[in-house]
């Protein structure tokens, strides 16, 4: 059933298409579309001149422009493709992450996938789908679970990289947008 799942996230992707019901299509596809062409002509992104007679658009900090994989992704590919591929990211992060900080704390692989499943198609993923930064910012949250408690079981210089890997992780979070995600994260 996950793939079934999986696959409504796939549809847009594979027909050329993009979401565009509430915010998505209202905010976040436009600005992601001005921010890639932006990006492929090499100007700067920080400023929209097109909204209110100027718009600090990195001021809002919704888009998360200085997010490195939607620096490439933007770059790269159309901005149809782009979102599609950064909502597919952000839902197998949050599906491999939580799968594999379930299997930590269970050490069950049936609950883990269940638990993954439901952290995944369920709750805030399913009701925030609309808001691309704020999954964004989920998508990072059982990761640094993982090196959190990593982290606390290990000693001495080991304890270094987990460190380092949720300062890491804690530092894409904010580049990711949301930082009212970000507080409920931390």
């Known amino acids: 059933s996950f793939f079934v799942f999986?696959?409504?996230?796939?549809?847009?992707?594979?027909?050329?298409?993009?979401?565009?019901?509430?915010?998505?299509?209202?905010?976040?596809?436009?600005?992601?579309?001005?921010?890639?062409?932006?990006?492929?002509?090499?100007?700067?992104?920080?400023?929209?001149?097109?909204?209110?007679?100027?718009?600090?658009?990195?001021?809002?900090?919704?888009?998360?422009?200085?997010?490195?994989?939607?620096?490439?992704l933007y770059f790269l590919l159309p901005a149809k493709i782009a979102l599609n591929v950064e909502m597919l990211l952000m839902v197998g992060s949050i599906a491999l992450g939580c799968y594999r900080l379930f299997s930590w704390l269970t050490g069950d692989r049936l609950i883990a996938g269940v638990g993954a499943f439901w952290a995944t198609f369920g709750g805030v993923c399913c009701y925030?789908?609309?808001?691309?930064?704020?999954?964004?910012?989920?998508?990072?949250?059982?990761?640094?679970?993982?090196?959190?408690?990593?982290?606390?079981e290990s000693r001495g210089r080991e304890q270094t990289k987990y460190w380092a890997a949720v300062a890491l992780l804690t530092g894409l979070q904010c580049l990711t947008g949301a930082p009212q995600f970000l507080i409920m994260s931390a």
């Open 6 to 72: 999986l696959l409504h996230y796939l549809y847009p992707l594979f027909t050329g298409t993009v979401w565009v019901f509430s915010d998505i299509g209202d905010l976040f596809f436009p600005l992601r579309n001005w921010y890639g062409g932006q990006l492929r002509a090499g100007e700067s992104f920080l400023w929209m001149p097109d909204i209110y007679g100027g718009y600090y658009l990195h001021g809002e900090g919704q888009q998360g422009m200085l997010h490195p994989v939607h620096l490439l």
């Open 128 to 152: 925030r789908i609309e808001h691309p930064p704020s999954i964004g910012v989920w998508a990072h949250t059982p990761w640094i679970l993982l090196a959190m408690a990593h982290f606390w």
